[in-house]
C-alpha cells in the first residue's frame, strides 16, 4: 500500500470515517502505519457512542497502539487522518512522537496544524511529526460537507 488516493492507507482511513459518518458520528477516520506499513490501528470519531469528548479517530487509534505496543511512545508509526487534527490531537501525536502526519481535508476552524495554534510551530511542542497535507482532500471534504448539510436539512 501507499499513501496515494484508492487503495492506500488514506483510502482505509476514509472507509473508517464513512463508517463514522454512517453512525450519527462526525466522518474522521484513522490510520496508523508501522515503519514496515503495517496497519497497526483503524479508528473513527466515537464521540458519541462512548460519550466522550476525547473520542477523536486519532486519539482512540493512538491508544490501541500505544496498548498494544505497551508504550506510550509511536516513533516508528505515520498517522493517516481525514480531517487535520485539533489541538487534542496535534498534542497527543506530538506525545506520542508519531513519526509522520498524513492528513486529507484543512479545518480553517478547528484545525491546529496548518490552521489555527499551529500546534507544532509552537516554541512549546517538544516534537514535529513530518507533516503532509492534501492527501484526498476531495473526498475527505464532501464526507464532510454531505454529512453536516444532511444535519441541516
Do not use: W
Amino acid at each position: 500500500m501507499t499513501l496515494a488516493t484508492g487503495d492506500g492507507y488514506m483510502a482505509l482511513a476514509l472507509a473508517a470515517a464513512e463508517a463514522a459518518g454512517a453512525a450519527g458520528e462526525v466522518p474522521v477516520g484513522a490510520v496508523i502505519v508501522s515503519a514496515d506499513g503495517d496497519v497497526l490501528a483503524r479508528a473513527e470519531n466515537c464521540m458519541r457512542a462512548l460519550h466522550d469528548p476525547t473520542g477523536h479517530a486519532e486519539i482512540l487509534a493512538i491508544r490501541e497502539v500505544c496498548a498494544a505496543r505497551g508504550s506510550e511512545r509511536l516513533p516508528d508509526c505515520d498517522l493517516y487522518v481525514t480531517l487535520e487534527p485539533c489541538a487534542m490531537c496535534a498534542a497527543a501525536i506530538s506525545f506520542a512522537r508519531i513519526r509522520r502526519l498524513y492528513f486529507a481535508a484543512s479545518d480553517p476552524k478547528g484545525g491546529a496544524v496548518e490552521s489555527g495554534t499551529r500546534f507544532f510551530n509552537q516554541p512549546t511542542c517538544h516534537h514535529a511529526p513530518d507533516v503532509y497535507s492534501g492527501i484526498d482532500e476531495a473526498r475527505a471534504a464532501a464526507l464532510l460537507r454531505d454529512f453536516f448539510a444532511q444535519r441541516r436539512t
